[in-house]
């Protein structure tokens, strides 16, 4: 037994790296996937050619450089967002089902996207994305403020009620305001979410907002690695516990509501993609987050693709139906009870 546990760990390095280099293939393939498939579809030839004369005007070129390209990118940025913010938060409670949506940021992103395009006729990309930062920090504070017992800190159950409650009550107002303002037009692309309109100008503006998240997030991982083991261990190890959870919650505002000012409102990406990745990172978020980014990104890929074959089909009902027969698998084997 003990050369059996030492062989293992010995071999969990390979196992991470194996893990990774297959899930950068994947989304390398699925990259190219949703640049030639769709409607309509394009040869291989015509897709290089289009992609080495980027800027020469022709029907493919309409196509895949202004329409598909960016679309395919904000996909992985999107997904790799929603899975790195979701595996944030449940590292950050140590609660098995934490995720932005639940806990209710995405839902004020949401409310505050309403109200802008209730008060601005034309609202530009920076405005989608300040509003939606400030929509998921007030959504945060709320909960946080709630779920808070002066003598027991943050406890997970009150947490994720707060979330629920908070989430619930966000979204019944924004519906409230939709319905006053006459805004159903407006918000329900973002309602349903989808990538269809995004664009080369929303990526200069939204993009490196994520990228800066994926990156701060992975450089300190190794931090939220020792807060979410035990908040008293991390204390006794010198961490300043309060600096890094803020900081961490930081950047889980600014991938989810960058993410929403994207794609639009969707549900458990963020809760599901962690909880694969962890039967093969263990509680290491060094390798937690890299992987999660990936899984996230093709899954998002692979679900765009899907719904530029099912016309009118919106986004968030094709992951919420890929997401469906994952949950009830990681419900039978438990994974949620984990922590």
Sequence with gaps: MIHSSSFLKKNKPKRFWLVFFILLLVLILSFYASLRWGIPSFSQKELFETLLHPFQESHSQNIII????????????????????????????RNAIADP???????????????????FKNLHYSGILL?????????????????YHPRRGFEQLRLVLSGAMIASLLTAIGQGITLAFNLSTAVIGWQAGGLLGTNWKMLEIIAPFIILGLILSQVFAHQLTIL?????LAKGLGQKTQQVTFFFLSMVLILSAAAVALVGSLALVGLMIPHFIKSFSGRNYQKILPLSAL?????????????????????SALVSLAILPSFLYLMRKGAFYEK
């Design 131 to 147: 509003f939606s930062l400030l929509g998921a920090l007030l959504a945060t504070v709320l909960v946080f403020l709630l779920s």
């Design 66 to 93: 202004d329409i598909r390209l960016p679309k395919s990118i904000a996909a992985v940025l999107v997904g790799a967002a929603f899975a790195v913010s979701g595996a944030i938060m449940q590292g950050l409670t």
């Design 228 to 232: 979410s083991l035990n908040e008293t």
């Design 101 to 119: 949506g639940l806990l209710g940021i995405n839902a004020g992103a949401g409310l505050a996207l309403i109200c802008a395009y209730a008060l």
């Design 295 to 315: 899984l996230g990104a093709v899954f998002m890929l692979c679900c765009d693709l899907l719904a530029s074959y099912m016309v009118g089909t919106p986004l």
